[in-house]
């Protein structure tokens, strides 16, 4: 039976979308490619599947942590190195889309990174006071994630907090939702028209749900 881990949910462009990354960057995460005359492995993906394979839910969770990155030119060699280490030790394909190594592993991922040559910027743990604490990358994607056990089993697409949207596997075919409800249905219909307080009453949501998903849907459009 196909795990949500390795359930298959997104084409490569809504991945891409849904996370706030350009297409080509996303394929080059999932693919690997050549820059500068030189050949890369994929960073997420064990071996390259093909352009148009689709994306998994895993994979859509450690592109996540990517993300994070992504104001920064991604090191694919060093990051490969270090994500293999963690599957040789896991025996996992994805052991970012794991908790295990943000919880109570840490060690572990320190000597993962060191053994990859990793740099300090890209590093998912930090000694501080003597105490390995996720750098801020890394705790910002952490949060992000709604866990159950040690598996990934939601993410939030808003940086605030206190955002109930959620992109979730199991709901709406894993389209942004609050609560259950579609964000985009609920863009259309108060897009529409209609107030806010009817469409909160019609999806059993409160009012502050539906200003949620109208600003989440708001800065999708924008961007």
Do not use: K
Not at 17 to 30: A, D, F, I, K, P
Not at 93 to 117: H, K, S
């Amino acid at each position: 039976m196909t795990s949500v881990l390795d359930r298959e949910m997104y084409s490569e462009a809504e991945a891409a979308r849904l996370l706030g990354v350009s297409q080509n960057t996303l394929n080059y995460w999932l693919e690997g490619g050549e820059r500068r005359g030189r050949a890369y492995q994929p960073v997420i993906r064990v071996e390259p599947r093909g352009h148009r394979a689709p994306v998994t839910w895993a994979e859509f969770i450690e592109a996540g942590l990517l993300r994070e990155y992504r104001q920064r030119s991604v090191p694919m060699a060093e990051l490969r190195a270090f994500i293999e280490i963690l599957r040789e030790r896991y025996g996992i394909p994805y052991p970012l889309a794991d908790a295990r190594p943000f919880v109570n592993e840490r060690q572990l991922v320190i000597e993962a990174q060191d053994r990859a040559d990793l740099a300090a910027e890209f590093c998912l743990v930090a000694i501080v006071r003597n105490q390995p604490l996720l750098t801020p990358p890394a705790e910002a994607f952490f949060e992000r994630v709604t866990w159950e056990g040690s598996s990934a089993a939601a993410w939030r697409p808003a940086e605030d907090r206190q955002s109930p949207v959620l992109i979730d596997p199991d709901q709406r075919f894993g389209r942004p939702s609050v609560r259950g409800i579609s964000t985009e249905a609920i863009w259309e219909h108060v897009d529409g028209g209609e107030d806010e307080h009817e469409v909160a009453d019609d999806y059993g949501l409160s009012v502050g749900d539906v200003r949620w998903a109208m600003s989440y849907e708001t800065g999708r459009r924008a961007s």
